[in-house]
């Protein structure tokens, strides 16, 4: 017989017992008295270092076994072989099999669950959410980065009259042309969730005519038709949470910066969607695709020059992290849409 303690399951008290199997069956006794039950009615359990086995009994109650290799040895002696898991948990490549098909799933679960997700999700937030987070975004980027526009009042509403006409009424997603000077930003313009598509003064100057800043804005408005800024939002949201877990304590900055790497795979796939809308808008009206393609080259030279002109400095590191994908490649897919 071996040692065991032995707990009924109505209490916590400790029984001191010993335990045996005799003809298929599990036969305890102590203090308490004997009781058998059939080997098939209760669960056993090896521990993977040897040090501990417990068995349970249907009705709760339980025994915790400290001599893990006599308890082996009687099951051995009946046919009986070790728990599976535990054996299991003592095979070192099952272990790594284990934790590759772990690593295996997050990575699934990143790449292809994470965006179906917010793909889902994002069309199904009220546009009073949206346009919530958009005066927020905005609010705080008039108080820094952004000032009042320079442009002409004018010269704004030929540009989104020009912008209008791309479509027929109601074709192009619900938006809202802002027009604003970033001159740390440099040429550029961008879309808010809420339907927001703010144009910077440094894009108009550096245009050579209003068609590549409608251009321009035909693919802001692509991201707006996928939602992508929300679906952007909804992903890095859970990827920041996730990383933030994982860091503990760790600056809020790093986990902030690791989540943003994480993140750039989804821009790239966005802003190639986006150029795709933009395509289909220009080609199925009189404009043409052309002035997308040359503004992209322009501004990559723009680009360029801010950052030679930065030296590493804090345009390099943004730069740095930029998930546009190349231009060369946005172009070329551009071009192929004319086919």
């Known amino acids: 017989m071996i040692a065991?303690?032995?707990?009924?399951?109505?209490?916590?008290?400790?029984?001191?017992?010993?335990?045996?199997?005799?003809?298929?069956?599990?036969?305890?006794e102590g203090d308490f008295g004997r009781?058998?039950?059939?080997?098939?009615?209760?669960?056993?359990?090896t521990g993977a270092d040897q040090t501990l086995s417990t068995i349970r009994f249907a009705?709760?109650?339980?025994?915790?076994?400290?001599?893990s290799a006599a308890w082996a040895a009687e099951l051995a002696g009946a046919g009986i072989g070790a728990d599976a898991v535990a054996h299991a948990e003592r095979r070192w490549h099952w272990a790594l099999a284990a934790l590759a098909g772990a690593v295996?799933?997050?990575?699934?679960?990143?790449?292809?669950?994470?965006?179906?997700?917010?793909?889902?999700?994002a069309p199904a937030i009220p546009q009073a959410v949206t346009q919530s987070i958009s005066d927020t975004v905005l609010k705080g980027l008039d108080g820094g980065l952004l000032a009042p526009s320079k442009t002409s009042p004018q010269r704004q509403q030929e540009i989104a009259a020009k912008v209008a006409a791309l479509a027929g009424p109601g074709q192009l997603p619900p938006?809202?042309?802002?027009?604003?000077a970033g001159p740390t930003l440099g040429p550029n313009a961008f879309a808010l969730p809420g339907g927001d598509v703010v144009v910077l003064d440094e894009l108009l100057a550096l245009a050579t005519r209003d068609e590549e800043v409608v251009a321009v804005v035909a693919h802001e408005l692509g991201h707006l038709r996928h939602h992508h800024g929300m679906r952007q939002l909804l992903q890095s949201a859970v990827v920041s949470f996730v990383v933030g877990v994982?860091?503990?304590?760790v600056s809020t900055v790093v986990a902030g910066l690791t989540a943003l790497l994480?993140?750039?795979r989804y821009s790239r796939e966005f802003e190639l969607e986006a150029d795709a809308y933009a395509g289909r808008l220009l080609l199925a009206t009189p404009a043409s695709i052309e002035p997308l393609i040359d503004t992209l080259l322009r501004l990559e030279q723009a680009h360029a020059k801010r950052r030679a002109a930065d030296r590493g400095g804090l345009f390099g590191a943004t730069d740095l992290l930029s998930s546009h994908p190349d231009t060369a490649g946005r172009v070329n897919a551009l071009r192929a849409m004319k086919r």
Request: hydrophobic letters at 45%.
């Open 4 to 28: 065991a303690d032995y707990f009924d399951g109505r209490s916590s008290r400790r029984h001191p017992a010993t335990l045996g199997l005799r003809d298929g069956t599990v036969v305890v």
């Open 35 to 45: 009781r058998s039950t059939a080997l098939g009615a209760v669960e056993i359990c």
């Open 262 to 264: 994480l993140e750039s």
């Open 104 to 121: 295996l799933i997050i990575a699934a679960s990143y790449a292809y669950a994470l965006p179906w997700i917010a793909g889902l999700l």
């Open 175 to 180: 938006h809202r042309l802002l027009f604003r």
């Open 59 to 67: 009705d709760g109650a339980m025994c915790e076994i400290r001599d």
């Open 246 to 249: 994982y860091l503990g304590d």
